[in-house]
């Protein structure tokens, strides 16, 4: 399977403690991206990568959330000491960045999502 | 920030019908990128269309077209000969010109469109 991976599919925790998600992008995509997406809603933009450069940052992203992408392929989102407000679920994307040119091509390829639930 | 707007919360259709599914939004650009995902209950995010806004024709994917109006800022998806498989959940987004060095989607908030037998 080359498409986007995301690991754990569900996760359970309790108030308090921290989660950390995994993402692995396609293989040759330079760029990934964090979603969220509550139920009912549209996904919001979390942050974004390119190779291992973390370039933006949505304000929604507190700082009791960190993601990294070490060698410029996997990254991890962590949350720490979670609240009831982080329910939801973990969206992530790559696509293929084709610099500062007309991108014709630009296209986000999306994981299925780790669903977090905290009691 | 871009305002990515669906007022239809749900559509219902009737399989090999033909639904459209609107989809407005909120720009000062004159180029960007418009895209329909579709969200199953799997949870997949599946690109469906893409629209480019400096190109007048519209997209066009098989059973799925697009009527993009750039001065009404409009971009509507239709849907033809409907089938069981396509009843999800529909999202519109908006991504800026890569020369803002900005790729990130905003998204509408979705239709749900349930295809009936």
């Known amino acids: 399977d080359t498409g986007v991976s995301q690991d754990p599919r569900h996760k359970i925790t309790k108030r308090g403690q921290n989660v950390t998600f995994r993402c692995d992008p396609i293989?040759?995509?330079?760029?990934l991206y964090w979603y969220r997406q509550t139920l009912g809603q549209g996904p919001e933009f979390l942050t974004y990568?390119?190779?291992?450069?973390?370039?933006?940052k949505s304000r929604l992203l507190s700082d009791r959330f960190s993601a990294e992408r070490p060698k410029g392929s996997f990254s991890t989102l962590e949350i720490q000491r979670t609240e009831q407000g982080d329910s939801a679920m973990y969206l992530c994307a790559s696509s293929l960045g084709q610099g500062v040119t007309r991108a014709t091509n630009e296209k986000l390829f999306f994981g299925s999502g780790t669903q977090l639930s905290v009691l | 920030a871009q305002t990515v707007t669906q007022s239809q919360p749900e559509m219902s259709v009737q399989e090999a019908e033909t639904v459209t599914l609107s989809c407005t939004y909120d720009t000062s650009e004159n180029n960007y990128y418009l895209f329909w995902y579709k969200q199953p209950p799997s949870r997949q995010m599946i690109l469906v269309i893409r629209q480019e806004a400096y190109k007048q024709q519209n997209a066009t994917e098989n059973r799925f077209s697009v009527n993009f109006q750039k001065a009404a800022k409009s971009f509507s998806l239709k849907i033809s000969d409907s089938q069981l498989g396509d009843t999800a959940m529909y999202f519109c987004?908006?991504?800026?010109?890569?020369?803002?060095?900005?790729?990130?989607?905003?998204f509408g908030a979705g239709t749900t469109v349930t295809v009936r037998a």
């Open positions: 293989s040759e995509h330079n760029r």
């Open positions: 990568f390119q190779n291992e450069a973390q370039l933006e």
């Open positions: 987004a908006f991504m800026r010109p890569p020369l803002f060095n900005d790729y990130k989607l905003s």
